[in-house]
């Protein structure tokens, strides 16, 4: 539960909306984005991308040319 906390309201209502089996995968990610920026990025993008209703690829392409990282 202290995982999903740490996420932004994005994220929250991802996680929400996701499966049972959708959650372990979550689960996975979300744990491993703090031992990997890179999996931090990918939720970020995919939990953007469910909340606007956007591709995931274009949430990726977008996040690529504005990041500040």
Known sequence: MHIVLSFDAATIYLYLRLTRY???????????????????TLVRVYSVSFFFGLPPDFVFLFHILFART
Do not use: D, I, N
């Open 22 to 40: 959708q959650h372990v995968f979550m689960c996975f990610l979300s744990y491993h984005s703090f031992l990997f920026p890179r999996f931090h």
